[in-house]
């Protein structure tokens, strides 16, 4: 079975840091273009970044309001994804999500369609 | 980009259909398509019922349907069922790295009256 588990969320106060992991189970994680994604209290979801697999350059991609904050990074060995979060502002707090896409044979939906979630954890900066 | 655009909330009686829309701009919606709905019950991990606009994932019931015609995309449920109280939100690919490479609604709270 496909599994993904955050751990790590936690309440921390402006400016702080946190990080947050993303245990993977269930497929071949060094394959995958991980993702993040929140949801702020009554809010629709966000996306917030991306990693893409070794095989596909490994690079990160961020979204605006968190780009220079947050780093996301992902050790294959562990089949684990993190995400670093620096200079936490209030804005920042949310129920974090790790997800990724899927492939039908050669067709792949790292970026446009998330098949998988975890349960997600929480972010309060205040 | 701005979220994409969606009603705060829908409602039917079982057994009809409804309609919920997702309105984005030219430069995602009406670009790609590329549009994803997620159903997501309260506490839940969200899930995934359309992708590239009107594809099923193995699993998903054939009464959840999609659709696109310019900027909006439309998510029709038919034969409404009490499980189908959920929030539901659209999302579509953008192709931005410098903004946001994927652009979510800001969701639809369906009641099953």
């Known amino acids: 079975e496909v599994q993904l588990v955050e751990s790590g969320g936690a309440l921390v106060n402006p400016g702080g840091s946190l990080r947050l992991s993303c245990a993977a189970s269930?497929?071949?994680?060094?394959?995958?273009?991980m993702t993040w994604v929140r949801q702020a209290p009554g809010k629709g979801l966000e996306w917030v970044g991306r990693?893409?697999?070794?095989?596909?350059?490994?690079?990160?991609d961020y979204a605006a309001p968190v780009k220079g904050r947050f780093t996301i990074s992902r050790d294959d060995s562990e089949d684990t994804v993190y995400l670093q979060m620096n200079s936490l502002k209030t804005e920042d707090t949310a129920v974090y999500y790790c997800t990724i896409g899927f492939c039908i044979g050669t067709s792949c939906h790292w970026d446009d369609a998330f098949d998988v979630w975890g349960q997600g954890t929480m972010v309060t900066v205040s | 980009q701005s979220a994409l655009t969606q009603p705060a909330s829908v409602s039917g009686s079982p057994g009809q259909s409804i309609t919920i829309s997702c309105t984005g701009t030219s430069s995602d919606v009406g670009r790609y398509n590329y549009v994803s709905w997620y159903q997501l019950h309260p506490g839940k991990a969200p899930k995934l019922i359309i992708y590239e606009v009107s594809n099923r994932p193995s699993g998903v019931s054939n009464r959840f349907s999609g659709s696109k015609s310019g900027n909006t995309a439309s998510l029709t449920i038919s034969g409404l069922q009490a499980e189908d109280e959920a929030d539901y939100f659209c999302s579509s690919y953008t192709g931005s790295t410098s903004l946001v490479l994927v652009v979510f609604g800001g969701g639809t709270k369906l009641t099953v009256l």
């Open positions: 990693i893409k697999s070794k095989s596909g350059g490994g690079t990160t």
């Open positions: 269930g497929f071949t994680f060094s394959n995958a273009w």
